[in-house]
Nanobody, 114 residues
Framework: QVQLVESGGGLVQPGGSLRLSCVAS????????MGWYRQAPGKQRELVAT???????DYADSVKGRFTISRDNARNTVYLQMNGLKPEDTAVYYC????????WGQGTQVTVSS
């Protein structure tokens, strides 16, 4: 079955950077739209960024200009480069793959705190 495995989360100070990675397996990665979502404590899961199979990207207003989503089809990997991190970016970040079916990773914790 399809597996999505995230990595790269951690604790970072405000203004810092992190790069999240999500490696996909047992799927034809290149035909899927990939995305990053996040869920903060007590809040609903929200879209952060998406990238289609044609490399079209979209971002939540709250992260535009700070986060960049990219994909490497040769490595079956989608990335989220996060710069200028703020405490309100603290959340569990989830990788998502969608075409006809939808799949989720297990999540990686990002904590922004001084």
């Amino acid at each position: 079955q399809v597996q999505l495995v995230e990595s790269g989360g951690g604790l970072v100070q405000p203004g810092g950077s992190l790069r999240l990675s999500c490696v996909a397996s047992k799927m034809i990665f290149s035909i899927y739209s990939m995305g990053w979502y996040r869920q903060a404590p007590g809040k609903q899961r929200e879209l952060v960024a998406t990238i289609t199979s044609s490399y079209i990207t979209d971002y939540a207003d709250s992260v535009k200009g700070r986060f960049t989503i990219s994909r490497d089809n040769a490595r079956n990997t989608v990335y989220l480069q996060m710069n200028g991190l703020k405490p309100e970016d603290t959340a569990v970040y989830y990788c998502n793959a969608v075409r006809i079916s939808e799949f989720w990773g297990q999540g990686t914790q990002v904590t922004v705190s001084s």
